[in-house]
């Protein structure tokens, strides 16, 4: 299987990037198309991509918090909409979390999304380790945005959203215990992957998003796609 994968995991610096991939011009509204069945809540604000000329430009945005910087992430996501991208990526670590009180992690994501309703463009959502840490945080992510890992088809170039927090099977210290078998979730995520990237395999570019990278930490590895 012949697959041209770009990595992207802007985990520890913070910034923007703004891509470009050239294609033909259409005059009719462009929809992003998720590679998985409709589900609501959705961890996307939209799929109405912001991109009517002949280029196909897309934003990605890397970490807010883990030591936030404050009055940065509000006037960034204004300065990113004026480059009118077709939509937008995160590649996680959104909110300080680390938690297991429900209301702190609901309030600090009503603070992230009225910094992401600045755009217009669609804003995807990357869980990071900030965000989904424990059993708790992994419960009100569902509840908000449902799926923590999915993949994304457009103009013929595919997207991949992992879930690095079901990497780490033991979780964080002093950050709460998880319930369930995250293990088993994430042997889950690495067989969807391979089925993704099997049924995928003659698209243009495919892009793997995710928050820590998969070699960065000594994570036992269920299954290894080829």
């Not at 462009?30 to 196909?56: G, M, N, Q, R």
């Not at 804003?123 to 009100?140: C, E, I, K, L, W």
């Not at 991949?160 to 979730?185: A, K, M, P, T, Y």
Request: charged letters at 25%.
């Amino acid at each position: 299987m012949k697959v041209k994968i770009i990595q992207i995991f802007i985990c520890y610096f913070a910034g923007i990037s703004h891509l470009s991939i050239s294609h033909e011009l259409s005059e009719s509204p462009v929809y992003i198309k998720p590679l998985i069945e409709k589900i609501s809540p959705a961890p996307w604000t939209s799929l109405k991509a912001e991109d009517e000329d002949s280029k196909f430009q897309f934003a990605i945005i890397s970490d807010r918090t883990g030591r936030e910087r404050t009055e940065i992430f509000g006037p960034a996501m204004e300065k990113v909409a004026l480059m009118q991208p077709a939509f937008v990526l995160s590649v996680g670590d959104l909110i300080e979390g680390y938690t297991d009180n429900k209301e702190t992690v609901m309030r600090e994501w009503d603070e992230l999304d009225n910094f992401v309703e600045k755009l217009d463009a669609p804003f995807f959502y990357t869980p990071g380790n900030h965000d989904y840490s424990n059993q708790s945080m992994a419960d009100v992510w569902r509840e908000r945005y449902g799926a923590n890992y999915y993949s994304l088809l457009y103009k013929d170039v595919l997207f991949v959203v992992l879930n690095s927090g079901l990497f780490d099977r033991s979780g964080i210290d002093g950050h709460g215990q998880r319930r369930g078998n995250w293990n088993e979730e994430q042997s889950e995520q690495l067989k969807w992957l391979e089925s993704t990237l099997t049924e995928y395999n003659d698209v243009r570019w495919t892009f793997l998003i995710m928050h820590r990278p998969y070699w960065r930490f000594d994570w036992k590895r269920t299954i290894i796609p080829q």
